[in-house]
């Protein structure tokens, strides 16, 4: 059975930890200068994400930072995958002709060797500091989880920060994440694996523990979209049932007193009921305009007919458009075919792999199963997750930590046979 962990402050000798501090970094950092982002993209000064923006350079700086504190097999490891990004942007340059494309394209498959970076980090922080580095992943993972909920809570009711549905509507609000799909599956998936964690008593069940996780999980409502009100549900379900209906009740009630529903054109609530059920596919509803961009790009593959495309890519610049369209970046915010058209075969291979990975893990943890499944779905289909910092963050917390519960539960049976 695993050991109870309460939630508190780490211990002093871990704060001269090196693999400690980049986390702390990693999360409480990268908040701020998400936060950062956001406030510079609101007074028009830079967009977010591109190639040179605050965002790039900070993430580029952690990941040359992870990079120096792998071991040697990892650090080989790590070189193959940034090789294999170059050659395909430079194989894929060949033909796109745009210098710039391939940077762009680069700077693409580099956010996903942060995810890799991530995991091989914090799965080394765990088996070189045992349970004190759990507690401490925990804690930092908490903390994450608070700031961001706080930042809506403020956001909410206090009505600054970004809609999530763009300025000229009040549904939902992101902060000053500029992203709400990323936002939504960075909170959700925290959230969901801060139920489990409670579930599981590797975070002790006592009243403090159980009212931040309320606090916490209650924020999903304010980002508003049909994800994060997903991951609400499943938060609350896999923790506990009873609770999930009290607290709904509670939070329902609080909506009526607290939010000014004059603001709110109701206009906007029939235009997306109507939108769900008109459509008698409930995915592509979930899916958007995604279902359109897809089919769109295969057909412009279909019409140049080359499988060379599909087995090797075109790249994270080039990806499913083809050279005599003038490409420019664009991607389909759809992991699974994004991956597909930019890496190929091999790409798509990894990502379902990985994701396998995950999903035997999750079997031997209670009802965390279906969960998994709808981060890949979520990740597949309706999703920006491995190629968006925050959320691959977020992807690589939930990767170790399940791994690890999973290593537990496989530990204590076989110590009972």
């Avoid at 329902?252 to 939108?275: A, E, G, H, W």
């Avoid at 995604?290 to 499988?307: G, H, P, Y």
């Avoid at 075109?314 to 992991?335: C, H, K, M, R, W």
């Amino acid at each position: 059975m695993a050991s109870q962990i309460k939630v508190t402050f780490v211990k002093n000798n871990l704060l001269s930890n090196k693999y400690y501090l980049l986390l702390i970094l990693i999360f409480i950092g990268s908040f701020f200068v998400d936060i950062s982002m956001g406030v510079l993209k609101s007074l028009g000064i830079q967009e977010e994400g591109g190639v040179g923006s605050l965002g790039q350079l900070w993430r580029t700086m952690l990941i040359a930072l992870m990079f120096l504190l792998l071991k040697k097999d990892k650090k080989y490891y790590t070189l193959l995958l940034v090789m294999f990004f170059i050659i395909t942007e430079v194989l894929s340059g060949i033909f796109h002709q745009n210098a710039i494309g391939i940077i762009v394209g680069v700077s693409q498959g580099i956010k996903v060797v942060y995810l890799v970076l991530l995991i091989f980090l914090m799965t080394h922080f765990i088996k070189e500091n045992g349970r004190n580095g759990l507690k401490s992943l925990i804690n930092i993972m908490i903390l994450y989880e608070l700031l961001i909920s706080l930042m809506l809570y403020v956001s909410f009711f206090g009505g600054i920060g970004f809609s999530s549905y763009g300025q000229s509507t009040d549904l939902g609000t992101t902060g000053f994440f500029t992203g709400a799909n990323a936002l939504g599956f960075t909170l959700g998936t925290l959230t969901v694996l801060h139920s489990i964690l409670l579930n599981e008593r590797f975070i002790q069940p006592s009243f403090r523990n159980v009212f931040i996780f309320v606090f916490i999980v209650s924020s999903l409502l304010f980002i508003g979209t049909k994800v994060s009100i997903i991951y609400f549900i499943i938060a609350f379900y896999l923790f506990n049932f009873k609770l999930f209906l009290t607290c709904t009740l509670s939070v329902f009630i609080l909506f009526i007193f607290f939010v000014d529903f004059s603001s709110i054109d109701l206009k906007q609530f029939s235009t997306v009921i109507s939108r769900v059920i008109g459509n008698p596919e409930i995915l592509p509803s979930l899916m958007g305009s995604r279902v359109r961009d897809i089919i769109e790009a295969f057909l412009l593959l279909n019409v140049e007919d080359n499988i060379f495309r599909f087995l090797i890519g075109g790249g994270g610049f080039l990806s499913y458009q083809t050279i005599n369209t003038a490409p420019v970046y664009d991607i389909l915010e759809a992991d699974f075919f994004d991956v597909l058209f930019m890496y190929g075969l091999h790409g798509i291979i990894s990502y379902c792999v990985f994701y396998i990975a995950l999903a035997y893990n999750s079997l031997k943890i209670k009802r965390v199963f279906p969960f998994v499944i709808f981060i890949f779905i979520n990740s597949a289909v309706a999703g920006h997750v491995i190629f968006n910092g925050q959320s691959a963050a977020a992807l690589a917390l939930v990767f170790v930590l399940i791994s690890y519960l999973s290593k537990q539960k496989t530990r204590v049976v076989y110590e009972k046979n």
